[in-house]
Each structure stands twice: as C-alpha cells, then as structure tokens.
C-alpha cells in the first residue's frame, strides 16, 4: 500500500485541518481532562487535535490498532523513541541557528542540524528493518522510507554534507596575539604552545595536587573578536565556507514533509501508551475492540472509567471493574440504585470507550465489541445558570429537545439524572416519552435514573443496579450490576443497619 500518514491510512481520514474543536461531550465525559493530561509532556508536537478527531471507518480504525500493536515490540518503541530524541536534537540546532547573531556560527549550527536529521533517518531506517513491523502503517512508512534515503534529495545532501564537514575540518590557521592585537595566519607546521608548554612544567610534577585551574564559561555565542578571526581564517582559505554557504542556501528546507508528519503523528500512539502505563502496571486491562459497523450487540469486561483509573493508580487506589453487554433488541441501560455508587462513573465509561474505540486507541477492558456510532450525546446534569433566564427544568427540556433534533440509529445518547428538578410523576411522565423517542430512533443508550420503572418500559430497555455491600448499606461497591432494580431492598437494608425495621420497632415498642 502507498505511504500517507502514519495516523491515517487513507487521504479522507484526515489529518484535520488546523485545530479541531473540542467535542461538545468532552466536558460531561472529563475527556477534556483526558486530553490535557495525555499530551502532557509532548506540548512540542500538538497531538491535541489528534486527541479530538474520531475516525469514521472500521478499516481507518483497525490501521491504527495494527501500527499500536507493533509498538508493543520493545524495538520498534525503541527506534522510534531514538529518532524522536535525533529530531529534538535537529529543532534545537535550528532553533539556535535562527538565535545566534554571527552568520557563520548561524551556519554551523544549521549544518549540525541536518546532520542530526540524516543521522536519525538512517538510523530509523535500519531499526525498523531489523524489528519486523507487521502492520499496514509501519510496513508502508519503511517501504517508502527506504525510497527516501536512496533518492536523490537525500543523497544529495548527505553527499555535500559529508564534504562540507570533511573541508571544514581541514581547516587550520595561527593566530598571533600582541597586546591587543590579533593577526591572523596561515598555518606553516608552527609547534603548539598549548603542548610545549605542558611539556616545560611537567617535569616539575612529583604527586597529585588539587587543581587550581579556572574554567572558563562556554558561551555559545560568539564573541566580535572570535567572530573577525573566523572571517580572516575564511579569507585565508575560502573553499570550505564557500561550500558551507553554498550548503545552507541550496538545503534550506532539507526537512521532507512526510518525515516531519511521521515524527509528529507517531506521538499520538507513544502519549497514549505513556498515559495508560500506570493503568497496566496496576493490573488493569486493555485490549484492541472489535468495531460493529451494523450490530449493537456491545459487550466489555472488567472495565472501567479510564480517566478515573489513571488519578486512582498515581494514589494507589484501587480500581473497581465493571462489565455489560447488550444483545438482541436491547439498546438502552437504565441504571439505578443508591447514590454515590457508581452510576455515573458506569455512564462515562460506555462514553470513554466509544469514543477511544473511534480513536483506534486500545480501550479499557477485555474482549470490548463497540458500535461505530456518528454521533455522541451526553446531557449530565449542570448548575442552573443564572445568565440565560432559564429554569432547570426549561434547560433540560431544551437540551435534551436538540438532542432528539439530531439523533439518528447510529447515535449514542448518554443521559445523567435529568428532570431531577420536578416532580416524581412529572419526571416519569418525561423520561417516558424521552426514552421512547430514543426507541423508535433504534439508538444506544444510558440512562442514569432514581426512576426504577424506566427499566421496564420494553424489551429495549436493560436494568442496572449499582449495589452496596449487604452487611453494610453505607458502604458502595461501586460494581453496576446487570438485574432487576429494587430499591427496596436498599430501603430495607437501612432501615435494618439503623434499627427501624417494622419487626425492629415492634419488639421496642412493646418491650
């Protein structure tokens, strides 16, 4: 296959154009946390647009999972941490060629640049045919990596490179210093000062004595005498800073455009590893999912919200894993039970993993089937906001209106304990006719709800109760199981840890 991009296989994958827009879920999802934190340390290279942009093929996606796969080798995450440490090294000779005021030091540091680059690309080159990449991406970017170092732009500059390196460092000259002036002279075998002089004195040294010497600052800018001497060196054997100047004028942009993508967009996978490492390295899993471009059969294992887990392992905290899946005609979680125990976490999760799932990213959990959804919807519930004139109650409706305006069958909608603001009756009657609409639309959902009789409204519908620990109702599980809500039972388990159960009461009372 012919090399595009490393992040996207084909040219209507992308990349995106300038920066992306932040989705309007990544607030309600903490995936604006996500982003800030997993770009975190590679600021250089702008990887949040990447962050943002779903994919919207399977195949672009699967592309993806293969090159991150092929990360997983030691050696292939190896060389391409080698090249991005030669091309750090490449910005910061530019950087300081642009910086320097002297325009032959402003020139030697642009040569040291390029030899950065031509090193690194070729070392790139024979790590990666060493490590024996399987994936589409990696295979096609060494097919035409190998191209590149043989075709003439390439050569041609490692050629005038090496000769621009091999007569500047032919270059001697004498200087003689006599008061305060400084001449300039060629170079006629003159004895070095420096070693007869460490010749006189050496046969004065009986032992080891502390050293006295005073070392001079290295300024990497030049000074105006140092920068006139050079000048005169140049005068006195101009071939090597012609060829130098001829060097910087004809490879102004050596850089190849492809080369500086590659080095850019193979961060995105090298960010997320980094950002998932504490993750595994505390026993969580991750796996590649499978998309479903058709079924909503969605199913994972042991997962959890990953955003979450990554606060929780720097504490060393524990996580708690959850699991679902929908089969048949089910499109829609209602998911109940006590409060503070994990309902919410269990909807931003179904969030995190369709959205990383569109990333091509590996997701948290085991054996992940995600539907390849176009859009995402999340309405959680916000403060009243005292600007706009409206009521609670008015905003949800509002929202949850524009909602419904652009759902389709492919859609995701993730609703948080919406209508809280009313009456119980009226935020029945409500949810009712939200989730209906949600049904005949065909689309997935989760609904967190302190309404239990959403979870019967049909064979669409899937009831998940987030429990507590049975022998004490204070304390949450934070596991969301997959059976019939009961508040009851939560009711009377309370009731039994405080005495005030009707059996309870019975025996105080007549006692």
Same mark, same amino acid.
């Given at each position: 296959?012919?090399?595009?991009?490393?992040?996207?296989?084909?040219?209507?994958?992308?990349?995106?154009?300038?920066?992306?827009?932040?989705?309007?879920?990544?607030?309600?999802?903490?995936?604006?946390?996500?982003?800030?934190?997993?770009?975190?340390?590679?600021?250089?290279?702008?990887?949040?647009?990447?962050?943002?942009?779903?994919?919207?093929?399977?195949?672009?996606?699967?592309?993806?999972?293969?090159?991150?796969?092929?990360?997983?080798?030691?050696?292939?995450?190896?060389?391409?941490?080698?090249?991005?440490?030669?091309?750090?090294?490449?910005?910061?000779?530019?950087?300081?060629?642009?910086?320097?005021?002297?325009?032959?030091?402003?020139?030697?540091?642009?040569?040291?640049?390029?030899?950065?680059?031509?090193?690194?690309?070729?070392?790139?080159?024979?790590?990666?045919?060493?490590?024996?990449?399987?994936?589409?991406?990696?295979?096609?970017?060494?097919?035409?990596?190998?191209?590149?170092?043989?075709?003439?732009?390439?050569?041609?500059?490692?050629?005038?490179?090496?000769?621009?390196?091999?007569?500047?460092?032919?270059?001697?000259?004498?200087?003689?210093?006599?008061?305060?002036?400084?001449?300039?002279?060629?170079?006629?075998?003159?004895?070095?000062?420096?070693?007869?002089?460490?010749?006189?004195?050496?046969?004065?040294?009986?032992?080891?004595?502390?050293?006295?010497?005073?070392?001079?600052?290295?300024?990497?800018?030049?000074?105006?005498?140092?920068?006139?001497?050079?000048?005169?060196?140049?005068?006195?054997?101009?071939?090597?800073?012609?060829?130098?100047?001829?060097?910087?004028?004809?490879?102004?942009?050596?850089?190849?455009?492809?080369?500086?993508?590659?080095?850019?967009?193979?961060?995105?996978?090298?960010?997320?590893?980094?950002?998932?490492?504490?993750?595994?390295?505390?026993?969580?899993?991750?796996?590649?999912?499978?998309?479903?471009?058709?079924?909503?059969?969605?199913?994972?294992?042991?997962?959890?919200?990953?955003?979450?887990?990554?606060? =929780?392992?720097?504490?060393? $905290?524990?996580? %708690?894993?959850?699991?679902?899946?929908?089969?048949?005609?089910? /499109?829609? !979680?209602? #998911?109940?039970?006590?409060?503070?125990?994990?309902?919410?976490?269990?909807?931003?999760?179904?969030?995190?993993?369709?959205?990383?799932?569109?990333?091509?990213?590996?997701?948290?959990?085991?054996?992940?089937?995600?539907?390849?959804?176009?859009?995402?919807?999340?309405?959680?519930?916000?403060?009243?906001?005292?600007?706009?004139?409206?009521?609670?109650?008015?905003?949800?409706?509002?929202?949850?209106?524009?909602?419904?305006?652009?759902?389709?069958?492919?859609?995701?909608?993730?609703?948080?304990?919406?209508?809280?603001?009313?009456?119980?009756?009226?935020?029945?009657?409500?949810?009712?006719?939200?989730?209906?609409?949600?049904?005949?639309?065909?689309?997935?959902?989760?609904?967190?709800?302190?309404?239990?009789?959403?979870?019967? =409204?049909?064979?669409?519908? $899937?009831?998940? %109760?987030?429990?507590?620990?049975?022998?004490?109702?204070?304390? /949450?599980? !934070?596991? #969301?199981?997959?059976?019939?809500?009961?508040?009851?039972?939560?009711?009377?388990?309370?009731?039994?840890?405080?005495?005030?159960?009707?059996?309870?009461?019975?025996?105080?009372?007549?006692?």
């Amino acid at each position: 296959m012919e090399f595009h991009s490393i992040l996207f296989a084909l040219p209507e994958d992308g990349p995106p154009s300038g920066d992306v827009a932040e989705p309007h879920f990544f607030g309600d999802l903490n995936l604006d946390q996500f982003v800030v934190d997993v770009t975190r340390g590679f600021e250089e290279y702008d990887l949040a647009p990447f962050f943002r942009a779903e994919l919207g093929r399977c195949s672009a996606i699967t592309y993806r999972h293969e090159v991150m796969q092929d990360l997983d080798k030691h050696e292939v995450l190896a060389a391409v941490q080698a090249f991005a440490l030669s091309m750090r090294k490449m910005r910061a000779c530019l950087d300081e060629a642009k910086r320097l005021y002297y325009g032959r030091q402003k020139q030697w540091w642009f040569l040291e640049a390029a030899s950065r680059y031509c090193q690194g690309v070729q070392a790139l080159l024979v790590a990666l045919q060493a490590a024996r990449c399987q994936s589409g991406g990696m295979s096609a970017f060494i097919s035409w990596l190998s191209a590149y170092v043989e075709s003439d732009p390439f050569t041609t500059l490692k050629e005038e490179f090496d000769e621009v390196k091999a007569a500047l460092a032919g270059v001697r000259y004498c200087i003689h210093l006599h008061g305060s002036a400084v001449t300039v002279l060629n170079y006629e075998d003159e004895e070095d000062y420096g070693s007869y002089i460490l010749r006189t004195f050496d046969r004065f040294k009986q032992a080891d004595v502390k050293d006295h010497s005073v070392k001079l600052k290295d300024w990497p800018e030049m000074n105006h005498v140092e920068a006139q001497i050079l000048d005169y060196a140049a005068e006195l054997d101009p071939r090597p800073f012609a060829l130098l100047d001829a060097f910087c004028t004809g490879h102004s942009g050596f850089i190849d455009a492809k080369i500086a993508a590659f080095d850019r967009e193979i961060q995105f996978y090298v960010a997320y590893r980094s950002y998932t490492q504490p993750c595994r390295a505390a026993g969580l899993s991750f796996s590649y999912p499978v998309i479903l471009e058709t079924s909503k059969a969605v199913r994972c294992e042991n997962t959890f919200d990953l955003v979450l887990a990554h606060k =929780l392992c720097a504490e060393s $905290v524990a996580v %708690v894993t959850n699991s679902f899946y929908l089969e048949g005609p089910e /499109r829609v !979680f209602v #998911v109940s039970g006590p409060n503070n125990g994990g309902k919410t976490t269990f909807a931003r999760t179904f969030g995190q993993l369709h959205f990383l799932g569109r990333l091509g990213c590996m997701v948290p959990g085991q054996e992940a089937r995600l539907f390849l959804y176009d859009q995402l919807f999340a309405h959680f519930e916000r403060e009243e906001n005292t600007h706009d004139l409206r009521g609670k109650l008015q905003d949800d409706l509002i929202r949850m209106h524009d909602i419904l305006q652009a759902a389709t069958s492919k859609s995701i909608i993730l609703m948080n304990e919406i209508f809280s603001s009313t009456t119980l009756a009226d935020a029945l009657f409500l949810c009712r006719r939200i989730i209906g609409e949600i049904m005949n639309r065909d689309a997935l959902c989760v609904c967190v709800t302190f309404i239990e009789e959403l979870a019967r =409204l049909g064979t669409q519908t $899937v009831s998940m %109760v987030s429990e507590m620990n049975p022998d004490n109702p204070s304390m /949450r599980t !934070f596991r #969301v199981r997959r059976r019939p809500a009961d508040g009851r039972a939560y009711a009377v388990s309370v009731a039994e840890q405080y005495g005030l159960t009707y059996e309870r009461i019975k025996e105080r009372v007549i006692s």
